[in-house]
């Protein structure tokens, strides 16, 4: 597709977050966001929803149109926005949209995304006791249903072949395997960033460490509890890929640490 020629037809979805552009961050449903200059960052609009890129939490998910350019000035910043886009990307830089509908952005995570919504609002939440809790909770068979979880949904992509039947413990994306990069999106990585979030903000100054390849790392109980909430998001926000047998694995930390005082 021609992003310039057909920006008119093109629809799709905007993700807003604290990272956005301010323009869109103050918007609301009905307003026509304009970028104050025609310059990066542009207005990212995602062809479809599997196409969104949730980097960030909270975030607010918006229903949007491609504004057309109207002056030599719009159709100038229109083309370099879409400079070097490839015509298969799934998604269109805009210097103007009109938001037409907020929606849930749980239908980021598929049609269990509400429950992911909350494994992800707990993990916002966490804190050092909560930590402690959930990692000493966890089931010591986890790590193998979550694994098998992840080789159940392999087996339905079109590309996965060479990830079958490998460990998958701990895995938060696998892009090219299929239409979407995990069985909930990207949900697993947005339950990752928010423990690690978490962390940061209520954890000890000895809950991080840096490794052999100079990347910074959390630790335990921060990392066992991380694991703990990525089982619970596998288990609920992806059902039809464990059986009975790995719910109540997946689940052991979660009905702990939830279950009424």
């Known amino acids: 597709m021609n992003e310039l020629a057909d920006a008119h037809a093109v629809a799709g979805f905007v993700f807003v977050t604290d990272k956005s552009p301010a323009c869109l961050k103050a918007a609301a449903v009905g307003a026509r966001v304009t970028l104050p200059s025609f310059k990066p960052p542009w207005i990212v609009v995602d062809h479809t929803a599997e196409r969104v890129l949730v980097a960030r939490w909270p975030g607010r998910l918006f229903r949007a149109q491609v504004v057309s350019p109207a002056t030599d000035e719009e159709r100038a910043a229109m083309a370099q926005a879409a400079d070097n886009l490839r015509p298969e990307a799934g998604y269109t830089r805009a210097i103007a949209v009109d938001l037409l509908e907020e929606i849930s952005p749980s239908v980021l995570f598929g049609p269990h995304g509400a429950a992911v919504i909350r494994v992800i609002e707990a993990g916002l939440a966490l804190d050092e006791k909560g930590a402690r809790e959930l990692a000493s909770a966890r089931h010591p068979a986890a790590d193998r249903e979550y694994s098998k979880a992840w080789d159940r949904w392999l087996a339905e992509q079109p590309k996965a072949a060479h990830y079958r039947n490998q460990d998958h413990a701990s895995t938060l994306l696998i892009p090219g395997a299929g239409t979407s990069k995990s069985p909930i999106g990207d949900g697993f990585a947005v339950v990752w960033h928010v423990v690690r979030k978490?962390?940061?903000?209520?954890?000890?100054?000895?809950?991080?460490?840096?490794?052999?390849?100079?990347?910074?790392?959390?630790?335990?109980?921060?990392?066992?509890?991380?694991?703990?909430?990525?089982?619970?998001?596998?288990?609920?926000?992806?059902?039809?890929?464990?059986?009975?047998?790995?719910i109540a694995v997946l689940t052991t930390a979660w009905n702990v640490v939830s279950e009424p005082a």
């Open 198 to 246: 978490s962390a940061q903000l209520r954890g000890r100054a000895e809950s991080f460490a840096v490794d052999e390849d100079g990347d910074e790392v959390v630790l335990d109980p921060w990392r066992t509890a991380g694991g703990a909430l990525l089982d619970a998001a596998m288990a609920f926000g992806a059902p039809h890929l464990v059986d009975s047998h790995a």
